[in-house]
């Protein structure tokens, strides 16, 4: 955690417990250490859920780009356990059922693809486990606008960073 320092975490996780290998998102993010253990983060993320239409299921997949902060909360002397909470910007685009609105028992769909926006936050708890490999388990939850599903989506995760 070196000031100034960069680092690129890989995460993935699930979106909803029911169905778990449907409803999942993988994050690519790079940090910029700030003091105190503090970090930015600029990520890119793919969201794929899934919600049961009789016997169907129509797939949701959500573009996200995120911009925010994470201060850390408590950590060790030597910081090689770390809590931290982040708040985010989120901005992308969903796409209802592949962009098509028509089903195949014929019934429209009223949902549409959009842009949407809103607010993140995280809770992730990171233990270091080389110099420059961290592990980190995240809990998080996302506040969209402009969506006509949910708007809020919780998820939980795992991941690495690669500080360099």
């Known amino acids: 955690m070196i000031y100034k320092q960069k ?3 890989v995460n993935t ?3 909803s417990a029911k169905e778990a290998n449907r409803n999942f998102y993988v994050n690519v993010t790079l940090n910029r250490f700030a003091r105190q253990g503090n ?3 600029w990520g890119a993320e793919y969201q794929r859920k899934t919600t049961a239409y ?3 299921q129509i797939p949701l997949e959500s573009y996200l780009g995120e911009v925010g902060y994470s201060v850390q909360l408590l950590s060790d002397a030597k910081k090689f356990i770390t809590l931290n909470v982040g708040l985010t910007g989120v901005g992308g685009y969903e796409i209802v ?3 098509d609105s028509l089903l195949l028992d014929g019934a429209k769909l009223l949902d549409e693809n959009n842009f949407i926006y809103g607010t993140g ?3 992730s708890l990171e233990t270091y486990l080389s110099d420059r490999v961290v592990l980190m388990l995240q809990g998080r939850i996302r506040v969209l606008w402009g969506t ?3 708007q809020f989506r919780p998820s939980t995760g795992i991941g ?4 360099f």
């Open 97 to 99: 059922n592949k962009g």
């Open 7 to 9: 680092a690129i975490e």
């Open 121 to 123: 936050g995280r809770l």
């Open 148 to 150: 006509d599903l949910e």
């Open 13 to 15: 996780g699930i979106l």
């Open 54 to 56: 009789r016997e169907w």
């Open 39 to 41: 970090y930015w983060i």
């Open 160 to 163: 690495f960073r690669f500080n």
